[in-house]
């Protein structure tokens, strides 16, 4: 079993793999900063659809949800 530490670092990793530096920074803190229910947000993900697709359907939702 993984530590927390190791946990977040193994992430950290995957997340600036995937996403880059920044993008990664800006998901952390779209996490961070607003509610999120990752079990629910996860069950709804299309699994044919590609990281910039939900990254872009993300931002979309959070522009309209910041009007």
Do not use: C, H
């Amino acid at each position: 079993m993984m530590t927390d530490t190791e946990i977040r670092v193994k992430g950290v990793q995957i997340l600036a793999e995937y996403l880059g530096d920044i993008e990664m920074e800006r998901f952390i803190a779209l996490i961070q900063r607003e509610p999120f229910d990752y079990t629910q947000w996860r069950q709804n993900i299309d699994m044919d659809q590609s990281i910039e697709e939900i990254s872009k359907q993300a931002m979309n939702l959070r522009e309209k949800i910041s009007r």
